[in-house]
């Protein structure tokens, strides 16, 4: 991973976390708000995605919509681009030591 991109990811972590849950064929579900008043959301399997992180991975062209689900939200799932940076980030945190992870966990 190079040094501008590593910045550029919002909490590298939490962002390789949810990269891992979603696989290659689990959905982010994405809920628009305006309606209920409680603005916009992004779920996996049930547990909320940050908005930061949900954001940046559909402007980096990562996720892209594939439909909507019988309720009317939108399905995200990885693009062949997300598959191979989730690919990328599995292996560089495999190289990373204790210590290393620990940073990026607490550091972003």
């Known amino acids: 991973m190079g040094a501008a991109m590593k910045s550029a990811i919002p909490n590298r972590a939490q962002t390789l976390?949810?990269?891992r849950l979603m696989?290659?064929?689990?959905p982010i579900l994405y809920l628009r708000g305006e309606d209920d008043?409680?603005?916009d959301r992004w779920t996996l399997h049930g547990?909320?995605?940050p908005?930061?992180?949900a954001g940046w991975l559909m402007q980096s062209g990562y996720v892209a919509d594939i439909g909507?689900?019988?309720?009317g939200a939108r399905r995200l799932l990885l693009t062949p681009a997300g598959v191979e940076f989730r690919a990328?980030?599995?292996r560089w945190w495999a190289q990373l030591g204790r210590l290393?992870?620990?940073r990026v966990i607490v550091f972003g």
């Open 100 to 102: 290393a992870r620990l």
């Open 51 to 53: 908005p930061a992180i």
């Open 88 to 90: 990328d980030g599995l």
């Open 37 to 39: 008043g409680f603005g």
């Open 23 to 26: 696989g290659e064929h689990a």
């Open 68 to 71: 909507a689900t019988e309720m």
């Open 47 to 49: 547990g909320e995605v």
């Open 17 to 19: 976390k949810l990269l």
